[in-house]
């Protein structure tokens, strides 16, 4: 856990459902900002472990842990598994009181955050599609950016409990928003990280000393994120940590899918996914996607 300061706030009894990689970072921040935090995961004994470390509680289902909550967190694989934690009689929506709100971090499709949008509303309750980028260790230095899309209201009501794990939190549209602003991060990612591994592996087939190279450039017009924090670990072929190349074609799946509907020209993103499915032929499914580069040794 980072050694970040929490602003003083407002208290407010939070629930938070799914505890991975992303999920139990992001909770934690919450607890020790001062909120009241309830857990569920999927896996019971993870829940149990996270509350034995933070100090808040833990509940055998999404509805349970979300009794009583102001508002809602969920962060989970796919949008299957957020309907599975969210609707049906064991559901968050299922234990939520009128005027609660839900935020769902899940990188999700624009479609099932319109759903779960409508449903709310016929309950009275509120979902903001709320996606994040800054992958694990901005969950776990409680630097994520969020993306929002949802009614203005509860974005605002919302906003300063999530700044507990953020740097940012912006409303960027309508219900569906979030997610599509998601797809637009994820779109620029995948041409970047091919286009630095295309440059390391031809400064080392050039026989440059690329160490030095990428911080010459990295204070000029080539500098990015991913330069910054990958580029060094390319060099050196290192790829335990970060964004899993599995997620990352998840990711690019629902932009791809997107694209077909509204009519979109991806012809990078569309090849870079491709070249993401070379890297789980070679058995890369968990490395960080700066393994991109590995294809081309």
């Known amino acids: 856990m980072s050694n970040r300061s929490y602003e003083p706030i407002q208290s407010h009894r939070v629930a938070f459902i799914g505890l991975g990689v992303m999920g139990g970072p992001m909770a934690g921040h919450l607890q020790r900002a001062g909120h009241d935090v309830c857990v569920y995961n999927r896996t019971a004994t993870k829940a149990a472990e996270w509350a034995a470390q933070y100090g808040g ?31 049906g009689a064991d559901g968050a929506f299922a234990g939520m009181q009128p005027g609660a709100i839900l935020a769902d971090h899940t990188t999700a499709s ?18 903001i599609d709320a996606p994040v980028s800054g992958g694990q260790a901005g969950a776990v230095n409680g630097a994520l950016t969020v993306m929002c899309g949802g009614d203005a209201a509860p974005f605002a009501a919302m906003h300063p409990v999530a700044m507990a794990f953020s740097k940012a939190v912006t409303r960027v549209g309508d219900s569906g928003a979030g997610q599509l602003a998601k797809m637009v991060n994820q779109i620029c990612i995948a041409g970047l990280v091919q286009g630095l591994s295309e440059a390391v592996a031809f400064g080392q087939k050039a ?57 979109a020209k991806l012809p990078v993103t569309a090849l870079v996914d491709q070249f993401y499915a070379d890297v789980q032929t070679m058995g890369g499914h968990r490395w960080d996607t700066s393994s991109l580069i590995r294809r081309l040794k």
Not at 58 to 74: D, L, W
């Open 207 to 263: 026989g440059l000393d690329m160490h030095q190279v990428l911080e010459v450039i990295g204070k000029g017009a080539a500098q990015s994120w991913q330069l910054d924090n990958r580029g060094k670990t390319m060099v050196d072929d290192k790829f335990d940590f970060g964004f899993a190349v599995d997620w990352m074609r998840k990711d690019l799946g629902l932009v791809l899918d997107e694209a077909r509907r509204n009519g």
């Open 57 to 87: 509680r833990h509940a055998s289902t999404p509805r349970e842990a979300a009794a009583g909550a102001q508002i809602v967190f969920a962060c989970v694989g796919n949008d299957d598994d957020l309907r599975a934690v969210v609707l």
């Open 110 to 127: 624009a479609e099932v955050a319109r759903e779960l949008h409508a449903v709310a509303q016929g309950l009275g309750l509120h979902f």
